[in-house]
């Protein structure tokens, strides 16, 4: 072969050589991929980190980790990092825990959480002596908090008045009631003077705009308002004896303040002048409407029956019942027909002028229910 053929073969050989290898070249071009490295923005699903069960809302949390890198919350640029922890849990990861469970919807405020009421650390348990001053003179109660209070739980107050002569630390240990209730509220016991006419609390001697214990009432509530957190929609009042009377006398004086009540062996409410009568009927006026259980036994001599009686005529009106009862638990309690609010009455055969064994449970679970 002549010798130019030959080198023409050779430089069209190296020229197609060259081509290749530039080829080849360009396909490898860039920074290699490291050998087992996550690509950036995805990931390795994984168990949710300390950081989603510290959530208030760990599924909530789950839900936007699971966001494609095209989706990013709040228009954060994705990395490996955080999808890393965000991930999915695997099929094998522990569910989040279940919610608490509920408190009793009857007696536990059921809006939103509330946040810190009251002051904080308050005292605990049962607290004999609770003072605060009315008209310049230090009136005094007990007061029984659950041990387990919280301040981010509204609790109803429960406010018991005891017969004259008594106390209200000696009401609360011969009537039962918070063993019925449990941890779902707070009681307060108030203690009455004894200086009305030999009665505790003041009955019929002032109108409420002067009544020393109508004051007492509202600056104890209040004050303990202030301490716990309390469902002010939810404040309850019983009483006996003496006490039963103030109860029906506050319930008609402070009809908006009080959720419901329960007089026993008791009267009332009565007038303390003619303007609170109507003139042209002659009955006591009525204040409003109120959810009542009335206890009397059918052997009281010292506060008859007949009392008791016209305390459920009065609440009859007030709460526009209709004619007849309806029997209900407990036996033998008698619910009153219609009406805008529960009127409830009890009357106990054979039970004189003395606490109805049954009465701590009915009273709670009325209170619990209205």
Known sequence: MPRSVSLLLLASAFVVACGAAGETATEGEGTPETPGATPAGTGTPGTPTSDASARPDARAFLDASTATDAEAP??????????????PPEDDASPPPPPPPPVDSGVVDSGPPVVNC???NPAKGFITS??????GVARTYSL?????????RRYPLVVGFHGDGGNGAGYRSSFPIEAQAG??????????TNNHRGHSFDQ?????????DVAFFDAMTAAIKRTYCIDAARVYVHGSSGGAYFTNQLARWRNSAIRAIAPQSGGGPFGNG????????????????MAALIVHGQADTAVVPAEGLKSLAYWRLANGSTAGDTATTPSPCRRQNGGTKRLVYCSIPGLGHTGWSGAPAAIWQFF???
């Open 74 to 87: 709040d228009g954060e640029t994705p990395d490996a990092e955080v999808a890393e922890d965000a991930g």
């Open 118 to 120: 009251g002051t904080a």
């Open 130 to 135: 609770v003072s605060v001053t009315v008209g």
């Open 144 to 152: 029984t908090v659950p041990t387990g209070y919280v301040s981010t």
């Open 183 to 192: 941890a779902n509220a707070i009681f307060a016991w108030p203690n009455g």
């Open 204 to 212: 019929f001697n002032s109108p409420p705009a002067a009544n020393p």
């Open 274 to 289: 003619a303007s609170d009568f109507d003139p042209a009927t002659g009955s006591l006026k009525l204040t409003g409407p």
């Open 368 to 370: 619990a229910a209205n």
